[in-house]
């Protein structure tokens, strides 16, 4: 088992784990699946000097995904924030693989000039709640009932840390 950056051939198995959740219906905003294609260009603004995707790689494939993106692109002042998704494969859950890969991600920040680190999640999603807390993250922010499901409404939260 090894955290690597991610390369442009991991991302299927990256956009089949996220599909994952968009199924599960409880870990994302997305509706509807996915496609690489609609994710290629996503991938290629994540470099990894600056907006890393990091995997966790084991024999049988990725097990999980964590990714650095920027926040408000091109405003200096804000230079020094990123936003930390994280998605584990299905059948790898309970294996602290999120757990894992958010702590790389924690002490990959400051060498790629980070200071800030914030989560946007749904607020009814608290196995992602729990896991931030874990890791030091607090809530900075609520969201009420933005979030429209055919079958519900509910809100985010941000829950960010200085790293």
Not at 45 to 62: A, C, L, N, R
Not at 81 to 108: D, F, K, P, T
């Amino acid at each position: 088992m090894q955290i690597r950056n991610a390369k442009p051939d991991d991302l299927k198995q990256i956009i089949a784990i996220y599909n994952q959740a968009v199924a599960e219906g409880n870990c994302t905003a997305d509706t509807e699946p996915l496609t690489v294609d609609e994710r290629r260009e996503w991938f290629a603004e994540h470099t990894p000097d600056q907006y890393p995707i990091f995997v966790m790689e084991e024999e049988k494939g990725i097990t999980g995904w964590c990714s650095i993106s920027a926040h408000r692109r091109g405003r200096k002042a804000l230079q020094h924030v990123a936003e930390i998704s994280y998605y584990v494969e299905h059948n790898s859950l309970g294996r602290e693989i999120g757990q894992r890969l958010i702590s790389h991600a924690l002490q990959e920040a400051p060498g790629l000039g980070l200071h800030n680190l914030y989560a946007i999640l749904l607020d009814t999603n608290l196995p992602s709640i729990a896991i931030l807390k874990k890791n030091g993250f607090a809530e900075w922010g609520h969201f009420p009932d933005i979030a429209e499901f055919p079958d519900r409404i509910c809100g985010q939260y941000i829950y960010g840390r200085k790293v």
